[in-house]
T-cell receptor
Framework: DTGVSQNPRHKITKRGQNVTFRCDPI?????LYWYRQTLGQGPEFLTY????????KSRLLSDRFSAERPKGSFSTLEIQRTEQGDSAMYLC????????????FGSGTRLTVV | AQTVTQSQPEMSVQEAETVTLSCTYD???????LFWYKQPPSRQMILVIRQEAYKQQNATENRFSVNFQKAAKSFSLKISDSQLGDAAMYFC???????????FGPGTSLSVIP
């Protein structure tokens, strides 16, 4: 297994455009998490899945954000009508069952909205 | 509530010396886990060390060790024999079973001086 994979690594988009990011977790991990990290800050929780079920969404996740994990494997995070404030690093992580053993993170997708 | 605080935005250490990074946390539960994550520049976040709250013994991983003071809700990371490759952002984090997700502190940027 190659770990948690995120694509693309970088994305530059114009304000108002829609963007979609993909995360492929470690294959045997049934938990998948999305975090957002701005420069010089710690990751902030956005949402997470157990298999295909989305268990929780943060209040940070406005209705312009949607995440899916259709078959309990890879996940997508879509941002509609992007705003400059959406510029950040979007991190994906996965874990086997609950998070008390910690997470394995991907390298992230850096979004720049111009 | 589940919060993590790191009061040192930046730290520096001479190569081969020892440095301690501070972290305090707040939790209302007895079942929780604490972590230190390392995030090198432009690289993915990796788990450095993990502590189970019900264990009194401090966790150690090679040159990395923690000082877990449960009553004071303090969880510091000690790095011995610092190496240039230790330069990174370090995030303290906690997992509380009832919240079912990892919460991160704001991070400490560690520089290693040759």
């Amino acid at each position: 297994d190659t770990g948690v994979s995120q694509n693309p690594r970088h994305k530059i988009t114009k304000r108002g455009q829609n963007v979609t990011f993909r995360c492929d977790p470690i294959s045997e991990h049934n938990r998948l998490y999305w975090y957002r990290q701005t420069l010089g800050q710690g990751p902030e929780f956005l949402t997470y899945f157990q298999n295909e079920a989305q268990l929780e969404k943060s209040r940070l996740l406005s209705d312009r954000f949607s995440a899916e994990r259709p078959k309990g494997s890879f996940s997508t995070l879509e941002i509609q009508r992007t705003e400059q404030g959406d510029s950040a690093m979007y991190l994906c992580a996965s874990s086997l069952s609950q998070g008390h053993y910690g997470y394995t993170f991907g390298s992230g997708t850096r979004l720049t909205v111009v | 509530a589940q919060t993590v605080t790191q009061s040192q935005p930046e730290m520096s250490v001479q190569e081969a010396e020892t440095v301690t990074l501070s972290c305090t946390y707040d939790t209302s539960e007895s079942d929780y886990y604490l972590f230190w994550y390392k995030q090198p520049p432009s690289r993915q976040m990796i788990l450095v060390i993990r502590q189970e709250a019900y264990k009194q013994q401090n966790a150690t991983e090679n040159r990395f060790s923690v000082n877990f003071q449960k009553a004071a809700k303090s969880f510091s990371l000690k790095i011995s024999d610092s190496q240039l490759g230790d330069a990174a952002m370090y995030f303290c984090a906690s997992y509380q079973t009832s919240y079912d997700k990892v919460i991160f502190g704001p991070g400490t940027s560690l520089s290693v001086i040759p």
